[in-house]
């Protein structure tokens, strides 16, 4: 594996820049979304050229690089087990777990996309996936009133789980 550094930067806004210029064509942010991971060394694209596999990791991520775009509390009606159901603005269909939605600091709900809670990926709930999810989010429930929102069960409002806070920082990231 080859690792090397490359001029990428995501802005606090969530906007993709190489080398000072915005990243504006939408297969190429969808190629570096798709590929998008996180470990101790920061975050990287992973790109694949045959054989040769190359590790690009990103100079700064001063906000979220991803976003979910659609998502829906499901529950499966084998186990009992609820899941959130979403969409990223990368077109990647999935499920996860209720305890990774998250709460930020700055009022910001994420979805974490992946199971290493050593070196989180998340990505911003948008708008529409916030929307989609009024009916189950309660800020009363779970102690003071907004302190720290809960899911409930949009049919009977049953309490299902706390959504944790994280601080901003565990975001922010800057390779010097």
Known sequence: MIITNNDIIIAADGCWYFQGQQITNSGILA?????????KGGYYILNHFGERIEKGYLSAVLGFPLRVMQIDLTNDPGTGHWHLEFQTDYQKHDR????HLHFFDDHTLALQLNADNHHPLYARLSGL?????????DFE???AAGEMPCLVNPQTQDFLTSIALQSHEILVWNRS
């Open 31 to 39: 190629y570096f979304k798709s590929n998008l991971g996180r470990d």
């Open 96 to 99: 996860r777990p209720l305890d």
């Open 129 to 137: 996936a916030m929307a989609s999810l009024a009916a189950c989010l």
């Open 141 to 143: 429930t779970n102690g």
